[in-house]
């Protein structure tokens, strides 16, 4: 009853919870004074400049505010390319003339920082001489409170004003879109203050005991089993997707929630994904540097709390062989300020039309990138998901549903769509047919599919930024749009040249169209011999193209990337993904030797030792069981030697590779395929031995502990 009314308690209180540790709009109206209210506001929305007496007076506010909350440090807290956030901590303090202290924040430290950063990657845009760089304020993300530190969201740069975080290119390719999609509004004569991107991402994870956790050191290293047998039950009854939730999951997902609302993160739905220990968690969307920077957060609380509950959260995008891994959706829409989303079919004609072309600007942009959406979320760990029957393909198709790809087919070839009417689409002029949602979210395997209003990128794996896959989201529409706009203003008969484009683009790009399934054979073999969409299976194979000079060339034209930007990118996703690769080969080539080995060789001593007593009780026991087990055991430790060699000298050679390409191409060609030849003979030999003997804990126990 006491739970119950505490339960109850929670319930209602949640709006009264809800953003108590940020700085938000609420916070701001209040304690600023309208006129610095306002001025910060125009920077927020409208990005104007920051004037230093508004910073001052936020800066102040800020500090009066997180004192009042128990805050005793600052700290910039910024994205390096490193994927994870990052903080250095400082306090408030200033001596006082009468030896005590006073709690000092100032507009310059608000807005702009310099932690020593000689440590993250730089791809070699930072001479370690000038190893500083500097993190700068960005008003559109709120301050918030974690650990009694106030953590300013920031962008993180290098003196000669490179980026070297995710969210300067982000906010650059929010601004690219702003531009190009506002010349567009204003040809269907609106006149807008800004364009946003709006992101809801998905995030799936694991949740295992961490007694358990602590004993793999597979887990331990690399976030993911390098090892392990299959148990007995996996996910083929399908019976954990969407089940009940256990009591103490449900416990670490009730103290996530609260740590996020306190966080002001929307996080609204919560469910047991396909493999046993997998769960998911949706917020409400937001604005794309709003969202990118509550998923980095959400995902270190996932952390925390876990670790609370006696659980380690894996956000690895497959922690287990055999079971589905981890992925997260990015979807993904644009709107006005006023609130109207242009991926949302119009009321009118004209307002479908407008519809259409937005539509059209994204198939255009996925068609011309595709490879750069697929690098966006390339990496070592990704890579076992995509293509692997649980997650869309490396291939990158568009799914639209069957309506609106009959409506665009109607468009292409000026016959009449059958849903309607039955009279020939002209854009501008005839209503789109009313398209009921329910229709357009059936396909799971496609990995870019409109879902309605939206559009849900599916191949980003757990543990990604969704920064990288946003930059080259917002990239892309931004260059479609800027070549529509190019076309369209000033021309005689809009109209006309509307119905053109759209017409055109359709024809150009309908090879991305795809409604069928995305995991068949078939898909593989049409997509890449017929219909010529690239295929890059792997990070080696999809990162160079990063510097592929159409991509370039959009990149800098879109002033989202700047060459050296680039190639410095490139260096540090390749160098990632090798040493990614790197360590997961010396981990397992140090439990074999020390464990593993041993352990079998323990097993088969006992065997051995009991064949021989039982023979020398009785000529007559035949020890099939004993013999048999032994043979084959023996004949295992000698191919896991064999292959843990080979696995050694494969590791010891990507020490000579002359640059990052042909070391990426190592790790792909000749580690990856080393690695899992060896994994098949330790996981046979566990089959084989008593568990007893054993040193890890097993799938079994991984999977199924958490109750
Ligand atoms: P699903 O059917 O995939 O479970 P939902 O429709 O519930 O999806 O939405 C999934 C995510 O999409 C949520 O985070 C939601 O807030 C987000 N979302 C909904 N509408 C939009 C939009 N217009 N733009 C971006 N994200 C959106
Ligand atoms: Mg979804």
Redesign the pocket.
């Known amino acids: 009853m006491k739970e119950m009314e505490d339960l109850i308690m929670k319930k209602q209180n949640v709006p009264e919870l809800f953003g108590t540790n940020v700085f938000d709009d609420r916070v701001m109206r209040s304690r600023l004074s309208d006129r610095i209210y306002q001025s910060l506001r125009k920077t927020i929305d409208e990005n104007s400049k920051l004037e230093e007496e508004v910073a001052e007076a936020v800066a102040q506010e800020m500090r009066d505010w997180a004192v009042e909350k128990g805050a005793t440090h600052f700290t910039h807290w910024f994205q390096p390319l490193t994927g994870v956030t990052a903080e250095k901590h400082d306090s408030f303090i200033t001596p006082s003339p009468d030896g005590g202290v006073i709690m000092e924040f100032s507009g310059k430290e608000l807005i702009k920082g310099e932690p020593d950063a000689s440590s993250f990657p730089s791809g070699g845009l930072r001479a370690t001489f000038e190893a500083r760089g500097y993190t700068a304020w960005d008003p559109t993300s709120y301050a918030f409170i974690k650990d009694h530190t106030l953590c300013i969201p920031t962008a993180f740069c290098s003196y000669a004003g490179d980026a070297l975080d995710k969210k300067t290119p982000l906010l650059r390719s929010m601004q690219a879109l702003n531009r190009q999609a506002k010349r567009i509004l204003k040809l269907f004569g609106k006149e807008v203050k800004y364009v946003r991107t709006?992101?809801?991402?998905?995030q799936e994870y694991f949740l295992v005991d961490k007694e358990m956790f602590e004993k793999r050191p597979d887990l331990v290293y690399t976030g993911r089993t390098l090892f392990g047998a299959m148990p007995p039950k996996g996910q083929e009854l399908d019976d954990h997707y969407f089940g009940v939730i256990k009591p103490r999951v449900t416990a670490f997902m009730e103290e996530l929630n609260e740590e996020l609302w306190k966080l002001g993160i929307l996080a609204?739905?919560e469910h047991n994904e396909v493999a046993p220990a997998q769960h998911e968690l949706?917020?409400?969307?937001s604005t794309t540097n709003v969202a990118t920077d509550n998923n980095q957060l959400t995902m270190e609380i996932m952390q925390k709390v876990a670790r609370k509950h006696g659980m380690v959260c894996l956000l690895h995008e497959k922690p287990f062989a055999g079971v589905n891994g981890s992925g997260k959706?990015n979807?993904?829409?644009m709107a006005t300020d006023t609130g109207v989303?242009l991926l949302s079919p119009g009321e009118t004609p004209y307002e479908n039309a407008q519809f259409l072309l937005f539509l059209c600007a994204v198939i255009k942009a996925v068609d011309d990138y595709q490879d750069l959406l697929r690098l966006s979320v390339a990496t070592a760990g990704n890579d076992h998901r995509l293509g692997a029957n649980e997650a869309p393909p490396a291939i990158i198709s568009v799914f639209l549903g069957d309506e609106l790809t009959a409506i665009l087919e109607a468009i292409k070839t000026d016959t009449p769509y059958e849903g309607a009417e039955k009279v020939t689409m002209k854009l501008g002029v005839h209503s789109l047919p009313r398209f009921s949602r329910d229709t357009t979210?059936r396909n799971r395997t496609s990995p870019f599919a409109f879902?309605g209003?939206?559009f849900?990128f599916r191949s980003l794996g757990s543990s990604n930024s969704i920064a990288c896959c946003n930059i080259m989201l917002n990239a892309a529409v931004a260059e479609s749009l800027k070549q529509y706009a190019d076309r369209l203003e000033g021309a005689k008969d809009f109209e006309t040249k509307l119905h053109e484009l759209i017409k055109e683009t359709i024809k150009d790009h309908e090879r991305i169209l795809f409604n069928g399934n995305g995991y068949g054979e078939e898909w593989i073999k049409e997509a890449t011999e017929v219909r010529g969409l690239s295929n890059l299976k792997t990070t080696a194979d999809a990162m160079p193209h990063l510097l592929d000079e159409k991509n370039k060339n959009m990149l800098i034209g879109q002033k989202v990337f700047t060459e050296t930007e680039l190639h410095s990118r490139l260096e540090i996703m390749l160098e990632n993904y090798c040493k990614t690769v790197n360590i997961e080969g010396n981990t397992m080539v140090d439990m074999v030797r020390k464990n593993y080995l041993p352990a079998i060789e323990g097993y088969l001593g006992q065997l051995a030792k009991t064949t021989s007593i039982m023979r020398s009780v009785s000529d007559k026991v035949k020890c099939n069981y004993e013999i048999s087990t032994m043979e084959r055991l023996s004949e295992l430790t000698d191919e896991i030697l064999s292959h843990v060699e080979l696995l050694e000298g494969a590791l010891e050679k990507l020490k000579t590779c002359e640059d990052i390409i042909k070391t990426s191409e190592a790790v792909r060609d000749d580690v990856l395929p080393k690695m899992e030849e060896l994994r098949k003979y330790v996981d046979e030999a566990e089959m084989l031995t008593s568990e007893k003997c054993w040193p890890f804990p097993s799938y079994g126990k991984l999977l199924f502990s958490v109750y």
């Open positions: 709006s992101v809801g991402p998905e609204k739905t949706a917020p409400i969307f959706h979807n993904w829409s989303n979210d879902t209003n939206k849900e």
